[in-house]
């Protein structure tokens, strides 16, 4: 995927995105909740031992979170390695970003890692997006139709449907100065994926 070509349709501001949203999916777009499961929705395990899974072999996943502020999405390509039964050390592309918000969060910043689904998830942290603009927005405006989403179990979070399988967590604030190496420590509450 070109992304800098994708990068020459996002306007210096968001009007240019909200007029589009306007005339082609409607004032209201942003995502379309679904009540119907997703295959990764199918096994829930609340106990995730990640050496079980297939985390470790990912070569791809993103990251979604809210900005605690403004309460917009955020979305991150990251790296990841297992370094505990229920914990994984990531490293981001948008690292700065995720920081910031992470300082920002009260305790903990609630995040969703999403593997498989649609590659602009992932790449999203290559596009110079405004901050007054919500990823999900980008993402529908990119492939011009409305990102079908559901809640997540634990984390007040929508997730593409899209996604093979997701694990849900957080970032804890207290842990930033031990992670100069660039790694954040991911805290997983569950992990869900197909039966």
């Not at 955020?74 to 039964?85: E, N, P």
Request: glycine share 6%; charged share 25%.
């Amino acid at each position: 995927m070109n992304y800098k070509a994708i990068e020459s349709f996002i306007p210096e501001a968001d009007g240019r995105i909200r007029q589009y949203i306007a005339d082609t999916l409607g004032n209201d777009f942003k995502v379309k909740p679904v009540k119907k499961q997703p295959l990764c929705h199918h096994s829930v395990k609340y106990n995730v031992d990640f050496s079980q899974t297939a985390v470790a072999q990912a070569e791809s996943a993103a990251l979604i979170w809210k900005e605690p502020l403004k309460g917009l999405y955020r979305m991150s390509g990251i790296s990841l390695r297992v370094c505990g039964k229920d914990t994984l050390a990531i490293k981001a592309g948008a690292a700065d970003k995720l920081r910031e918000d992470i300082l920002n969060a009260t305790f903990r910043l609630p995040v969703v890692i999403c593997f498989g689904g649609d590659p602009v998830y992932s790449g999203l942290h290559e596009i110079d997006v405004p901050d007054q603009i919500d990823a999900y927005w980008v993402c529908g405006f990119i492939r011009e139709t409305s990102i079908q989403v559901i809640d997540c179990f634990t984390q007040d979070l929508f997730i593409p449907t899209d996604c093979s399988s997701t694990a849900e967590g957080y970032f804890q604030r207290n842990e930033l100065k031990e992670t100069d190496d660039g790694e954040l420590l991911f805290h997983a509450s569950c992990f869900t994926q197909p039966l």
